[in-house]
């Protein structure tokens, strides 16, 4: 179902490394891409983690953050993006001193409200002590 998506529309929901704006879901009629609004504050950060049977892209539109991929690391600034492959692990970490906003689209989507999937591999080697 075709849809315009105005800000107001757009879910907010909280998490202790960051708010997610849930953009495009499959509640919103999408049936092959989530997209959401990321924002993550100074010190904050989505630590490693990958999705299974989903790709991602990342877009940074505000801010600089440090970006894994795997155990490889790049600073990005604005306009900068990063392709993730299925199931590879990665991290975001606003390491600056202004808010981050990032564009994510993942896909393909796996339905229920949101249409993510996540596992979080912060607590394990080599992930939990990479970043010093």
Not at 35 to 52: C, K, N, Q, S
């Amino acid at each position: 179902m075709s849809s315009f998506v105005k800000q107001g529309d757009v879910r907010q929901e909280d998490f202790d490394w960051g708010v997610i704006g849930w953009r495009l879901t499959p509640d919103k009629g999408s049936k092959h891409l989530v997209i959401m609004d990321v924002t993550l504050e100074p010190g904050e950060g989505h630590d490693f983690h990958r999705h299974p049977g989903q790709e991602e892209m990342i877009i940074l539109k505000q801010g600089r953050i440090t970006q894994y991929i795997e155990k490889e690391s790049s600073s990005l600034g604005v306009g900068d993006s990063v392709y993730l492959d299925e199931g590879v692990v990665h991290a975001s970490f606003n390491d600056g001193d202004e808010t981050a906003h990032l564009q994510v689209v993942i896909g393909p989507s796996l339905g229920g409200e949101t249409g993510y999937g996540l596992e979080d591999v912060s607590g394990e080697e080599p992930w939990a002590s990479l970043r010093g």
